[in-house]
């Protein structure tokens, strides 16, 4: 398993902050499953949550009998979902990985959903991004779905003190290549915890073959 440096930077923010404070803090993940509502079967599915921190969306899954697998750089904020989900948690698979790093040996089950909700566009490096990319296509079944949940073109150019990079549709759909066929996409203005706007851009994507 490789860790980059910026594992203690994420640390420290889940360490120092209340989630409720914490500017990508959403009380509850209606956007997503308004997407989610758009693939067949979803409930009960095994859903991969990259850089999920400490999101609600998991509960929100959970109640759904989704089987999480659930990956962040922070080993804190894992530590604190697990705290929170208490016996619930050890039905659900835990990864403490870069998500620019294969992730072929780690998950052994088949994966229906991806879901990014403000991950990928952390990443900088072309290395970085490929590698992520690679992931996503070496993880998600054929017939399976993707939704990104990024800063769009418009949104943000940092984030939770760190440079960040925006995307649009042509860009996300470029990087998965001819095998995934766009569903829908959504421009959608998220409101921080502090009151602030910030611009995403919401995919959704199937896995064809």
Known sequence: MTIKSNNHHWNTIFSQAENSKLGWYEQEASQ???????????RGSTIFLPGVGTSVLIDELLNHDARLILNDISNEALSQVKTRLGEISRDITY????IAQPLNNLITQIVDVWIDRAVLHFLLDESDIEGYFDNVKSTLKIGGYAIFAEFSETGATRCAGLPVLRYAVDELSGRLGSSFNLICHEDYTFINPHGDPRSYIYVLYKREK
């Open 32 to 42: 997503t499953l308004k997407l989610l509502s758009r693939v067949p079967e979803w």
């Open 95 to 98: 990864l403490c990985q870069d």
